[in-house]
């Protein structure tokens, strides 16, 4: 019977080291599906669909989802769809549906301008931007855009946000101004 007791208090006492354990096990485990972003991204959609127009869409949509949503019926007659149809939209995508004469559908992916873009409060980005795109931002003129443009070609066609403080003409103030839109 003594026996028994000791068997039992030594199990009672040994449970909860064993369930911390079992815990710290349970909270360092990988998650078997990676997480589901509920981020909410702006869409464009035009051509040949029944409501073009701005889509608010979860930043895991493809393109072909926007284009389905935008025919209503969720049809598009195209059994040989592009590539570009079964790619994830980014913030600020610009989706063009053009209906073929033999009854397939092309989608064309493209980015929305700059002055809608800022418009709308979708963040620029500094690397697909053209001359063009940098005049229309506050303070800036035709000579700083072309600046920030040759600045960005002499360092591999990419730069960073922060590299605008290098470019002749953007001082801290300027920059501060600009940031808001990146």
């Known amino acids: 019977m003594q026996r028994t007791i000791i068997i039992i208090l030594v199990f009672l006492v040994s449970l909860?080291?064993?369930m911390k354990n079992r815990e710290s096990l349970i909270?360092?485990?990988p998650p078997v599906f990676p997480p589901v972003s509920l981020e909410k991204i702006i869409v464009k959609v035009s051509g040949d669909v029944r409501h073009s127009g701005i889509y608010e869409v979860s930043a895991n949509t493809l393109a072909i989802d926007v284009i389905k949503m935008a025919t209503l019926d969720g049809m598009v007659n195209n059994?040989?769809?592009d590539v570009d149809g079964m790619?994830?939209?980014v913030n600020?995508?610009?989706l063009h549906l053009k209906k073929e004469h033999d009854g397939t559908s092309i989608i064309i992916v493209g980015r929305i301008p700059a002055g809608e873009r800022m418009i709308m409060g979708i963040p620029l980005d500094i690397n697909s931007m053209s001359e063009t795109d940098f005049d229309r931002l506050?303070?800036?003129?035709?000579?700083?855009a072309r600046r920030i443009i040759e600045y960005r070609q002499k360092n591999g066609g990419k730069m960073g946000v922060?590299?605008?403080?290098?470019?002749?003409?953007v001082g801290k103030m300027k920059y501060k101004k600009l940031c808001v839109f990146f």
């Not at 922060?162 to 003409?169: D, K, N, R, S, T």
């Open 87 to 89: 790619r994830h939209v």
């Open 16 to 18: 909860p080291v064993f």
């Open 162 to 169: 922060e590299e605008l403080l290098a470019v002749e003409g």
């Open 79 to 81: 059994p040989n769809l």
């Open 27 to 29: 909270k360092t485990a």
């Open 92 to 94: 600020g995508t610009d």
């Open 138 to 144: 506050p303070g800036i003129g035709p000579a700083m």
